[in-house]
């Protein structure tokens, strides 16, 4: 099988793709619930 150059690369994809796109809308869940998450935990995880 061939590999087709042109879509090399590509991946189909259903949805928008916005690149370096940011979720501003957070819940850290400190103070009260750091059981669910805190500032460490929800900080590590944005990042990733």
């Known amino acids: 099988v061939k590999k087709n150059s042109v879509d090399a690369g590509k991946e189909k994809v259903k949805g928008l793709i916005l690149p370096a796109a940011l979720d501003m809308h ?11 998450e805190d500032w460490k935990t929800g900080s590590e995880s944005a990042a990733c």
């Open 26 to 36: 957070v819940h850290f869940r400190d103070p009260g619930y750091p059981h669910k």
